[in-house]
């Protein structure tokens, strides 16, 4: 499957529903049987550690800091050891068989987003890399105006 498809998908909520009715296709999605729990507790938990933080939040949050939200509040839960390993195979297998190509920007799954690198653009949700990044966005908000819109910046691991 394509990346842009599987994000498509997430977006609709086509995956947690597929997941659910255990119907796969090859163009689709890919989890064994033993996968389907865990990926749809997942998924529903970072839904909740993203409704409880904030989307802006959201954005720049490290690992170990959703997991630590997660086992705070009742209503989301502590990861599982058999999510927390799905979530790592996930994480650690060839980008390329999901559709990424070119280099991972976040190493490891508990590699963090320090809040002094990063600024956050106001009224978008998004954060953008302090230098270049902000510049070159300050740069064409000045050539094409305030209609522009920021619609992906920098992004922690669990986003």
């Not at 389907?36 to 529903?44: A, D, E, G, T, Y």
């Not at 927390?84 to 190509?101: K, N, T, W």
């Not at 953008?128 to 209609?147: A, F, T, V």
Request: aromatic fraction near 10%; glycine fraction near 8%.
């Amino acid at each position: 499957m394509r990346r842009r498809t599987f994000l498509g998908l997430i977006a609709a909520g086509s995956v947690s529903a597929m997941a659910n009715t255990q119907k796969y296709e090859s163009d689709v999605i890919w989890l064994r049987d033993d996968q389907v729990s865990s990926f749809v507790h997942v998924q529903k938990k970072i839904e909740l550690v993203k409704r409880y933080v904030g989307y802006g939040n959201f954005n720049i949050l490290s690992f170990d800091g959703m997991l630590r939200v997660a086992a705070r509040y009742s209503k989301i839960g502590k990861f599982t050891p058999q999510e927390l390993s799905l979530i790592e195979e996930i994480f650690y297998a060839d980008p390329s068989e999901h559709g990424f190509y070119g280099k991972r920007t976040m190493p490891t799954l508990t590699t963090n987003i320090a809040k002094k690198d990063v600024m956050k653009i106001p009224r978008t949700g998004h954060y953008l890399p302090k230098g270049h990044s902000d510049n070159s966005y300050e740069r064409i908000i000045s050539d094409i105006g305030k209609s522009l819109v920021l619609t992906s910046g920098v992004r922690g691991i669990p986003k």
